[in-house]
């Protein structure tokens, strides 16, 4: 598994959203989608608000590999499925990072359908 350089862990990590783009059957990149990321120690983290059946996670599980922009930067990444023993301080996370938003919003975000559809980004080696 890759390390994030620690420039880019920072730039990443506080950043408000981030732009994810997954690989499609064919191997191109979808369009980007505007999601929210917080951090957990030295490793990134993704929900879709919407659960499993949000189309970017639905191929992000299926073709593991993609981009993510932020911050300036624009870099190759590897989604790998979050460990759920995780969830409290991933929760946690998106609890500090997006407090000041209302609870419908930032709900849905830590409730059950949220946290199983999580994912931990890495950069990876052909960037």
């Not at 983290?45 to 993510?68: D, E, L, M």
């Not at 969830?87 to 000041?100: E, F, G, N, T, V």
Request: glycine content about 8%; some cysteine.
């Amino acid at each position: 598994m890759g390390t994030w350089p620690a420039r880019d862990l920072d730039t990443i990590g506080t950043s408000e959203e981030v732009q994810i783009s997954t690989r499609r059957q064919d191997d191109t990149l979808s369009r980007p989608t505007t999601i929210w990321i917080v951090r957990v120690g030295d490793d990134l983290y993704v929900r879709s608000g919407f659960g499993a059946t949000n189309p970017w996670y639905r191929r992000a599980i299926a073709r593991p590999t993609g981009r993510i922009r932020a911050g300036g930067l624009d870099r190759a990444v590897n989604f790998d499925v979050a460990d759920p023993s995780l969830r409290s301080a991933i929760d946690a996370a998106y609890r500090a990072k997006y407090h000041r938003y209302p609870s419908n919003i930032l709900g849905p975000m830590v409730a059950d359908d949220a946290a199983s559809a999580a994912l931990c980004l890495r950069p990876a080696d052909n960037d």
